[in-house]
Nanobody
Framework: EVQLAESGGGLVQPGGSLRLSCAAS????????MRWVRQAPGKGLEWVAI????????YYADSVKGRFTISRDNAKNTLYLLLNSLKTEDTAMYYC?????RGRGTQVTVSS
């Protein structure tokens, strides 16, 4: 059974930073392309970042490019997302995801 457990969300002021983690199990993490997606209140799901299985290639949504960094540790079966220079519009539930599955999410709230 695929399990994806996100953590690290919280309340942060504009301009602040957070690091999200996703512990993965139940599948071969080291060969899987992984993504972070988010859903803001009242809006649809938006992909944020994607990383290849080796961690060599990454892509970002224009809305987060230059501010967020996706990374992974295949030895620990863990995916990360570093969020810098946070804006109020980054407020959302953040999920890590495989092609077919996503976790329960971790809430990020950016507010002064």
């Amino acid at each position: 059974e695929v399990q994806l457990a996100e953590s690290g969300g919280g309340l942060v002021q504009p301009g602040g930073s957070l690091r999200l983690s996703c512990a993965a199990s139940g599948f071969t993490f080291r060969t899987s392309v992984m993504r972070w997606v988010r859903q803001a209140p009242g809006k649809g799901l938006e992909w944020v970042a994607i990383i290849d299985s080796a961690g060599d290639t990454t892509y970002y949504a224009d809305s987060v490019k230059g501010r967020f960094t996706i990374s992974r540790d295949n030895a620990k079966n863990t995916l990360y997302l570093l969020l810098n220079s946070l804006k109020t519009e980054d407020t959302a539930m953040y999920y890590c995801a495989t092609v077919h599955e996503r976790g329960r999410g971790t809430q990020v709230t950016v507010s002064s």
